[in-house]
């Protein structure tokens, strides 16, 4: 009898001893990672953090940023991508790694329709594309005409080959049938340097970050890149509205889990994030820095990224965009 209750337990404990922790309704019983695919200081990064404090006040559990940068955004990605599935590595997920990257790599090591599971998008921002201040050019249908007239007189920054701010910059001086010299530096505050040194003559940039130069009069606002004018700056024109292509871009950001993570913590994970997303001080927070709180769920989440992957690798492809 002894024998026979001793098997019981052992099988018993084999049996759920094999149950991910994250399924056994404790989630989450120890720290969350969230993988930043870049250096702090940036877009992701910030997005990430205020996250991660108001996640952990929501779960009662720490939800700490790890960077992990390199290759762009590979590393980090990638390794989110091959995570273990138990909720304990998130992503935080942007336009550039996951909607991007499809069309830049053809050999990319992960898929980014089939290797993450949507959380949700917190907030949108535009780019805004900004001139050495001492550039005799004053608007974005200017600089076409110049560069039609001069091929590759013109020079544009990015902060790196592949990045948010190169491939919105090629595809529009694709669209505009103007060639200009793409000059990649290791981040944006590099091109920032060159940008007010006089170095460079134009850059594309998230908006909040593009901000502070522009009203310290450092450089000069073109126009911004999303569908619609960005209330910081209400004066500059979209892409659309300067009238050399029809193109908009804005750079989302959100969570993401690897894929087969247990359905029961995706679901725990998606209620706090989504409580956490529609906080006022949250939305506030991300005014603040000049973005568009837009708070999707993993349905709009799913569908966001799938169209964009369609619609950038189809542009990326046609531009001959390379990461490389």
Do not use: C
Not at 92 to 104: I, R
């Amino acid at each position: 009898m002894h024998k026979l209750l001793l098997a019981v337990v052992l099988l018993a404990a084999a049996v759920f001893g094999a149950v991910p922790a994250g399924a056994q309704g404790t989630y989450p019983s120890h720290p969350v990672k969230v993988v930043v695919p870049q250096p702090p200081g940036g877009g992701f990064d910030f997005v990430a953090r205020l996250l991660a404090d108001r996640m952990g006040r929501q779960m009662g559990q720490s939800f700490v940023v790890e960077n992990k940068p390199g290759s762009g955004t590979l590393v980090g990605t990638d390794f989110v991508a091959k995570a273990a599935p138990d909720g304990y590595t998130l992503l935080t997920g942007s336009v550039s790694n996951l909607a991007l990257n499809p069309g830049l790599y053809r050999n990319l090591p992960y898929d980014s329709l089939r290797d993450f599971e949507p959380l949700g998008i917190a907030v949108s921002y535009s780019y805004t594309l900004m001139a050495r201040k001492d550039l005799p050019l004053n608007s974005l249908k200017e600089v076409v005409a110049y560069a039609k007239a001069n091929p590759r007189k013109l020079t544009y920054a990015s902060a790196g080959a592949g990045s948010g701010q190169h491939v919105l910059a090629a595809a529009l001086w694709h669209l505009a049938g103007v060639e200009l010299v793409h000059v990649p530096y290791r981040g944006a505050q590099a091109a920032y340097q060159d940008l007010i040194g006089g170095r460079v003559d134009l850059f594309f940039d998230l908006a909040p970050t593009a901000r502070g130069q522009i009203d310290a009069g450092t450089v000069k606002a073109l126009a911004v890149s999303g569908s619609a004018r960005n209330p910081m700056h209400p004066d500059l024109p979209t892409i659309t509205e300067s009238g050399v292509a029809q193109l908009d871009l804005e750079s989302w950001f959100g969570w993401f889990a690897p894929a087969k993570t247990p359905p029961e913590v995706l679901e725990k994970l998606r209620a706090g994030l989504a409580k956490v997303m529609a906080a006022p001080d949250v939305a506030e927070a991300f005014r603040k820095a000049g973005g568009k709180p837009v708070a999707l769920g993993a349905a709009e989440t799913r569908a966001l990224v799938q169209g964009d992957v369609q619609r950038w690798t189809r542009l990326i492809r046609e531009a001959d965009i390379r990461a490389d």
